[in-house]
């Protein structure tokens, strides 16, 4: 079914795999709650609505195109949702996720579409490598900010954090015996360095169980959107246009970087293009409109797919492991809740991962300044700026103006130019 022989991988392999992707993502099922809450949305109501999201947009992915890419209210996108659209508009929550379930049905009907494979198609492919890179630096420098090895600083902004503490030896252990297993090449190396770093966390009192283990999961209260009309409605009372736009914007760029990213590590982009483009974009589309039905934020591909990736990931059997792992953990919520509290768990991984992604940059034309430097817009603005879609929309407005100044106008793809426009609006214009 998920032809792991053509993809040269096994079920062995894709289980860890599955494993991995699941244990460097489960901190959503935490966070994600906690963020919305600042909004006035109910915990356990975002915790049950982000798993039913999850498993929705993975599944998908996995059953109809076969991809190692797993789904998940994204980061970004849910302090916008909390901060932002119903911390500035004035707002309820209920009228925010009209505006998100509007953009997800917009969202289905471009996934419909032969718009975004197009548009995936269009991009260049300095600027996919150059997102393929950014994206790794950014989630490197996530793990090293989760693991407390970095910290914040007035004058520098980013400072070496303190070495003795407890959470950074535990990550620095990690990362040495991960990297270690690496080195020898010991098959699913990264999710071994995570189970070894988890022990030494429990034995050294770093992780603990006070709530117990198990817990009954309950379902959403009442759905956020009864229907499409009602939410057209609230959008259009409250003049929700430009939030619509935001959401739908930043979720499809957000989205088609991830994915070329982990395609391209996985080795699975075809002549520049992605094979069953459409029914792993409609995954993402699918689960932002239910997500919004249920009461969480839109979701999108995640980045941490490409632990699993490294892990040797490389079909559907891998996402939908990582399904029935969300689901299996609706019921452990107290167990998820403790080992996702535990950065130096999972930041070994996403640095080492980021790494590997890196290699990207090798392929980036260097000697040509109108190609390398969107590229290298791209790679710096991500992780500075703590966004993807940012990053992607600095590449996409400076690559065409050095090539229309170069005399090369004609090489660019027409959509290349027209979201260059829409993206140097949504920067100058739309609330961020």
Do not use: C
């Not at 062995?12 to 909004?39: C, H, R, S, W």
């Not at 709530?211 to 259009?236: F, R, T, Y």
């Amino acid at each position: 079914m998920f032809k792991l022989k053509e993809n040269n991988t096994n079920v062995k392999t894709e289980l860890i795999a599955g494993l991995t992707t699941f244990l460097t993502m489960a901190y959503i099922i935490v966070v994600n709650p906690i963020i919305l809450k600042d909004a006035g949305v109910p915990f356990e109501q975002v915790f049950s609505a982000t798993i039913i999201a999850t498993v929705i947009g993975t599944l998908w992915m996995a059953l109809a195109a076969n991809y190692p890419i797993a789904i998940a209210p994204g980061m970004g996108l849910n302090a916008y949702f909390a901060y932002s659209v119903v911390g500035t508009h004035d707002i309820s929550y209920q009228t925010a996720f009209a505006a998100v379930f509007i953009a997800g049905i917009i969202f289905i009907i471009l996934s419909l579409t032969p718009f975004r494979k197009i548009l995936i198609e269009a991009i260049p492919e300095n600027l996919k490598h150059g997102i393929t890179a950014g994206i790794g630096l950014f989630i490197a420098f996530i793990g090293m900010r989760m693991s407390g090895m970095i910290v914040s600083h007035p004058s520098n902004l980013v400072a070496l954090g303190d070495l003795h503490s407890s959470g950074v030896i535990l990550t620095l252990i990690g990362l040495a015996v991960t990297l270690i297993l690496m080195a020898l090449r010991v098959h699913g190396a990264l999710f071994l360095g995570m189970i070894v770093t988890g022990i030494i966390a429990y034995f050294t009192g770093q992780l603990s169980f006070i709530d117990g283990l198990v817990q009954k999961p309950s379902l959403p209260e009442g759905l956020m959107v009864a229907n499409p009309v009602s939410a057209l409605v609230d959008v259009v009372q409250h003049s929700l246009y430009a939030v619509v736009f935001s959401f739908l914007l930043v979720t499809i760029f957000d989205t088609t970087g991830t994915m070329i990213g982990v395609a391209e590590q996985a080795g699975l982009m075809k002549s520049g293009s992605m094979p069953r483009v459409r029914q792993a974009l409609l995954a993402d589309s699918v689960a932002t409109t239910v997500g919004s039905m249920f009461g969480t934020s839109p979701t999108s591909a995640y980045v941490e797919s490409t632990a699993g990736v490294a892990a040797g990931g490389r079909t559907g059997l891998t996402t939908v492991t990582v399904s029935i792992l969300f689901i299996i953990a609706a019921f452990f919520g107290p167990l998820v809740s403790a080992v996702s509290g535990i950065a130096a768990i999972t930041s070994p991984a996403l640095i080492i991962v980021g790494s590997l992604m890196m290699g990207a940059i090798a392929q980036i034309k260097w000697d040509e300044l109108d190609e390398a430097f969107p590229a290298f817009l791209i790679i710096l603005s991500m992780p500075l700026t703590s966004s993807i879609a940012t990053g992607i929309a600095l590449g996409f407005i400076s690559y065409p103006i050095l090539k229309v100044v170069t005399g090369k106008w004609k090489v660019v793809h027409p959509l290349v130019y027209v979201f260059a426009v829409l993206f140097l609006y949504q920067l100058v214009f739309l609330p961020h």
